[in-house]
């Protein structure tokens, strides 16, 4: 099983980034907007379309508002790994700046390299929406 880390700094607060990660309805349109163009969601699931045409179906696994942390699996969609499970987790450092940390597990192996670029990428974004939030 493959596993990929990303992790990024913004200048802003835990609490307000939390806000929007912790949003499993609305979150990935909030944080990444325009690399996101829709997200949809119903009780535990939410569909997640992306300005390529990528659309993924992911499925809420936990959300702990205490250490700001959501985990959550990619279940079917054009991209369809025969297991994921992510970890999105905001760190507080300071009052103005916190850490968020990303992290997957991914089946099969050969899923990790385009993942993971696309989570970097989909983090530059993340920092430049909520860093411009403040």
């Not at 990929?4 to 944080?31: C, H, L, N, Q, Y």
């Not at 997200?39 to 997640?48: G, I, L, M, N």
């Not at 992911?58 to 508002?65: G, I, L, N, T, Y």
């Not at 790994?81 to 905001?90: G, K, L, R, S, T």
């Amino acid at each position: 099983m493959a596993y990929i880390s990303e992790e990024i700094v913004i200048e802003a607060g835990a609490d307000d980034v939390w806000k929007v990660i912790g949003d499993f309805a609305t979150g990935p349109s909030r944080m990444a907007p325009g690399l996101v163009v829709d997200t949809t969601a119903e009780a535990d699931h939410r569909t997640v379309t992306f300005a390529d045409g990528t659309v993924v179906t992911e499925k809420r696994v936990s959300v702990d508002d205490d250490v700001r942390r959501i985990t959550y699996s990619v279940v079917s969609g054009t991209v369809a790994p025969e297991h994921d499970n992510a970890v999105m987790q905001i760190v507080p450092e300071g009052e103005r700046r916190c850490r968020m940390l990303w992290t997957r597990d991914v089946l099969p192996d050969e899923l990790a390299e385009p993942m993971g670029k696309v989570m970097a990428h989909c983090l530059t974004v993340v920092k430049q929406t909520l860093d411009d939030a403040r």
